[in-house]
């Protein structure tokens, strides 16, 4: 199985009129966050596979739409489906989500956002990434019981502490998904916020039994 990966910069091999047949292979879309949501529906038109995404820090204009809080807006082709809102682009928002993919059964949550380190939107402390965390345990001992193991890709927008994250406040990684990943044991964390500038930087590292994975720009996950 394939999946497409992206985080923070468009990718001109993405937003490119070869998208289809380059990416033909892939099933499955994920984003780290930090993209315009024009790029996000170009590629929903382009591949018509499953798109599944978190926010970063910046472009969170749109966030508000899909908190349970907003107000429903026909004119922005908003609706409410089982406690969620779903914005017009083809995609679903992950934020403080489980839900399992069904064309590959995979078991996705999303945890978006940063380190807090000015007043800006969708940024948190420690603690409160360790409450949105506590938000997602009902549904993670669901998977459990139901499917043999709690998740399977964890998509984050920042990475965890210690793990290929930034000396300043910003760029700094969470404890709580170190904590995470030793209680949950996902195959897969998937993040950006941190740019790679030399692209050919390693992208993946382990913790314990999960893969961690930078997707700056863009990654096709290979998953066996």
């Known amino acids: 199985m394939k ?37 996000y529906e170009f ?6 596979k499953p798109f599944y ?20 807006d026909d004119s922005f082709s908003m609706k409410f489906d089982r406690g969620r809102l779903l914005f017009g682009i083809g ?16 078991l996705l949550a999303g945890l978006g956002g940063s380190m807090r380190y000015n007043s800006g939107e ?17 549904k993670l001992s669901w998977n459990r019981l139901r499917y043999g193991r ?19 406040r910003c760029h700094t990684g969470f404890k709580a998904f170190l904590w995470f990943m030793r209680t949950f044991k996902p195959r897969y964390l998937v993040h950006g916020h941190v740019h790679l500038i030399d692209m050919n930087a390693p992208r993946i590292s382990r913790y314990r039994e999960t893969e961690v994975i930078n997707v700056f720009s863009s990654h096709v996950l290979q998953d066996s």
Request: aromatic residues 8%; hydrophobic residues 40%; contains cysteine.
């Open 3 to 39: 999946i497409l990966c992206i985080a923070d910069e468009q990718d001109q091999l993405v937003y490119s009129a070869n998208i289809a047949e380059r990416y033909s292979d892939v099933e499955l879309v994920i984003s780290a966050g930090d993209l315009p949501m024009r790029y």
């Open 43 to 48: 590629i929903v038109s382009s591949l018509n």
């Open 53 to 72: 995404f978190v926010f970063g820090n910046h472009h969170v204009e749109d966030l508000h739409r899909y908190r349970k809080s907003s107000a429903i």
């Open 91 to 106: 995609g679903e928002c992950l934020e403080g989500r489980v839900v399992r993919d069904k064309a590959t059964g995979l």
């Open 122 to 138: 969708h940024q948190y402390t420690e603690f409160e990434m360790f409450l949105r965390i506590l938000g997602l345990v009902p």
């Open 150 to 168: 709690w998740l399977d890709i964890l998509v984050a927008h920042a990475p965890p502490r210690g793990i290929g994250d930034g000396e300043d």
